[in-house]
Every structure is written in C-alpha cells, then in structure tokens.
C-alpha cells in the first residue's frame, strides 16, 4: 500500500540524539525532504551563493550565522518544489525566534506545523556517543569514528577542510554544550508542547526502538486528511 504524507516536521534533540539518521530514514518511508541546515549551509558555501558567502563571513568570524541568514536559507529551500508537500525540518528551528519565523513562513503556504516529535536521550548517555566526533575546520560538518566515519581520514567530504578534535573536548566542555544545547531548547519545546504539537520519543532505546515509535507518531499525523 502507498500512502503519500503531507505535513512539516520539526524534529528535536540534543547533539548525540541520532537525528540526522532518523530524519534520513523518515525521508525514504514518507517521500518528503530531510532539510537540515548543516546540509544547506555546506550546500550554500560549495555552491557560493549570495546567503552563502553571508554566512561564510560570520563562519571565517568564528561568530554564530545570525537567526535573519539561517531563516533566507530555509524560506529558500521551501521554494523547491519537493517542500511543497512538507519535510522533515532537522536542525531548525533551534530557537523560539526561529520558530515564530517558521510558522509565518508556513502560513503564507496555508501550512504549519505538524508535528514536533522529541528525540529524549538522557545527558550521560549523550556523553558517550559524543566521544568520537570529529569536526570539519571550515565548514562545521560533523563525523563520528564508529557511526559516520568520513572517506578521508582527517578530511571533511564535503569541503575537503581538515577535521579536528577539540583539544577543549574534555567531557566537562561536552557536558557544558549539552547543558548550553538543554536550555537554548527548553523554550522551543515549551512552544511546541503548549501548541499540542510535541510528540516525545524515548531516545535511549536503540536506533530501531526509536524509528519504530517516531515513524509511529509521524504516521499518524502526517496522513490525518487537513
Ligand atoms: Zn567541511
């Protein structure tokens, strides 16, 4: 039986919650785009587009891409024409500004929100699957040793930057991101929890465990008729 899904999907969770493997295996079972704003900022510096070359200089800064680029980013991605059904949102919105903005974006389309779903992983647990990551010098892509090895050792796939290891990347520092990451979301979940739209997974199962229930509650709101 195929059955098309329409909806857009905010997915949630700390660094080390498996998103990106989730989201990509959302994308194959419901045929609608996995858009992830580390993906569009990569895309964006290969492809040296205007919001690219933007981004870039707040990059080569060291400074975070200010919520305006990383919003032009997303509306421009919306305008393909396979966002036009939905997607699986990973990595944005990351703060309530982001959110907002989102929500206006997708009712200029007579869209919103469908689903929030919450990756939950407990803090010790993330600890451990962040041993192991490796990030790009250039362009902020992530690898890990076991799950997500690049081709190249030491070289990132998709800018051919070189990938470090923090030597700052003590578990104190780790659990400070995480901490940071907790409360940045904190808010986000909040406003998706008051609009009934938050749908928490147990994130400490294994990957199966946790597609298995995630696919469940997308399913479900996805191919409700709206
Ligand atoms: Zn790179």
Known sequence: MSTSAFGYIVLLGAPGAGKGTQAERLESDLGLPHIATGDLFRAALKQQTELGKLAQSYMDRGVLVPDDVTIAMVRERFTQPDAAKGAILDGFPRTVDQATALDAMLQERGAGVTLAPYIKVTTETLLSRLAGRWVCR?????????????????????????????????????????????????????????????????????????????????????QRPS
């Open 138 to 222: 250039r362009c902020g892509g992530v690898y890990h040793m076991l799950y997500n090895p690049p081709a190249r050792e030491g070289v990132c796939d998709s800018c051919g930057g070189e990938l470090y290891q923090r030597s700052d990347d003590t578990p104190a520092t780790q659990l400070h991101r995480i901490e940071v990451y907790l409360s940045e979301t904190a808010p986000l979940i909040e406003f998706y929890r008051d609009r009934g739209l938050l749908a928490e997974v147990d994130g400490e199962q294994n990957i199966d465990g946790v597609y298995r229930d995630l696919l469940e509650r997308v399913r479900r709101a996805t």
